[in-house]
């Protein structure tokens, strides 16, 4: 069992930035895969990167490609979404997830509590 806690959502403005953090807990986690997701009211639920913790390779939707990175500490179990040159239609909340055989794509078994951002124009 693995238990993620997000943290780093707010209120922006247009053009700032935001980092969320995704603490994992419970067990190794150097197997998993971290995802990052977003919903907003009346969409679906987008996905935003993703990162294979054991190598560090991370997949980034092309929606959001240039503007947000995905990172991680191993150190800390903990992994980042860093969010640059965020717009009004960002504003989400966020959500970090994670597939214990590391499959980016997931299904992923495990969720955050999820963390609102607001972006202001």
């Known amino acids: 069992q693995v238990q993620l806690v997000e943290s780093g959502g707010g209120l922006v403005q247009a053009g700032g930035s935001l980092r969320l953090s995704c603490a994992a807990s419970?067990?190794?986690?150097?197997?998993?895969?971290m995802g990052w997701f977003r919903r907003t009211p009346g969409k679906a639920r987008e996905f935003i990167g993703a990162?294979?913790?054991?190598?560090?390779?991370?997949y980034v939707a092309d929606s959001v490609k240039g503007r947000f990175t995905v990172a991680r500490d191993n150190a800390k179990n903990t992994g980042y979404l860093q969010m640059n040159s965020l717009k009004p239609e960002d504003t989400a909340v966020y959500y970090c997830?994670?597939?214990?055989?590391?499959?980016?794509?997931?299904?992923?078994?495990?969720w955050g509590q999820g963390t609102q951002v607001t972006v202001s124009s």
């Open positions: 997830a994670a597939d214990p055989l590391g499959r980016v794509t997931g299904p992923f078994s495990y």
């Open positions: 419970g067990r190794s986690f150097s197997s998993y895969a």
């Open positions: 990162i294979r913790w054991s190598e560090g390779t991370t």
